[in-house]
């Protein structure tokens, strides 16, 4: 019963640096997203992806790459981490085969703490 | 504009009460859907309920229901006979059909306390 899945934890990288965050779902969603929640923001959408081969820029992309190379996988990449990149990133995915499904709940991974010194 | 307004920064409520969580938003697109969250201390977001736009009836889960009042546009969380484990922050959010991007709009979040 894993649903989705996001590693790392906790990560603490140097300005300038880069990395990814994993995410892995097992439900067959078609929809997945990437949130990052700061203090008194909220959540606010990064990139999402409707299926396979298939992604675009949420609210928040500068600075962020998405791919999506099979239906389970849908990793976030830090080109070039900066100190505003501090954040905790959340991984979604819904059952949703078109974007504008208002009905499909979006199931959260546990998240990644991320700290950019 | 905010398009999601949860005006109760922090709340308190004793256990084995009942209690609601306001939550009021604004769109103007005809379908919609609206969902509850909670987020534990330990940080990962728990889906708890939804309500669609055209639902006519009030959505219930267990000890979760949504007031819905569409003419309001409010859509406030009733926790009945709260546990301690209750003590959570919530958030309400809202999914737009015409945004066409699947995303969640969410509010700001309510922390609850239940106190024993």
């Known amino acids: 019963n894993a649903g989705v899945t996001q590693t790392p934890k906790f990560q603490v990288l140097k300005t300038g640096q880069s990395m990814t965050l994993q995410c892995a779902q097992d439900?067959?969603?078609?929809?997945m997203s990437w949130y990052r929640q700061d203090p008194g923001m909220g959540l606010r959408l990064i990139h999402y992806s409707v299926g396979a081969g298939i992604t675009d820029q949420g609210e928040v992309p500068n600075g962020y790459n998405v791919s999506r190379s099979t239906t389970e996988d849908f990793p976030l990449r830090l080109l070039s981490a900066a100190p505003s990149q501090t954040s905790v990133y959340f991984c979604?995915?819904?059952?949703?085969?078109?974007?504008?499904?208002?009905?499909?709940?979006?199931?959260f991974g546990d998240g990644t703490r991320l700290s950019i010194l | 504009a905010q398009k999601i307004t949860q005006t109760q920064p922090g709340m308190f409520v004793q256990e084995k009460e009942a209690v609601t969580l306001d939550c009021t938003y604004d769109t103007s697109d005809p379908s919609y859907g609206l969902f509850w969250y909670k987020q534990p201390s330990s940080g990962e977001m728990i889906f708890l309920i939804y309500?669609?736009?055209?639902?006519?009836q009030n959505a219930t889960e267990g000890r979760y229901s949504l007031n819905f009042q569409k003419a309001r546009k409010s859509a406030n969380l009733v926790i009945s006979a709260s546990q301690l484990g209750d003590s959570a922050m919530y958030f309400c959010?809202?999914?737009?059909?015409?945004?066409?991007?699947?995303?969640?709009?969410f509010g700001q979040g309510t922390t609850l306390q239940v106190k024993p």
């Open positions: 309500q669609g736009s055209y639902d006519q």
């Open positions: 959010a809202m999914r737009e059909v015409s945004s066409n991007t699947g995303k969640l709009i």
């Open positions: 979604a995915s819904s059952y949703s085969k078109a974007a504008g499904d208002s009905n499909q709940p979006q199931h």
């Open positions: 439900m067959n969603h078609e929809y």
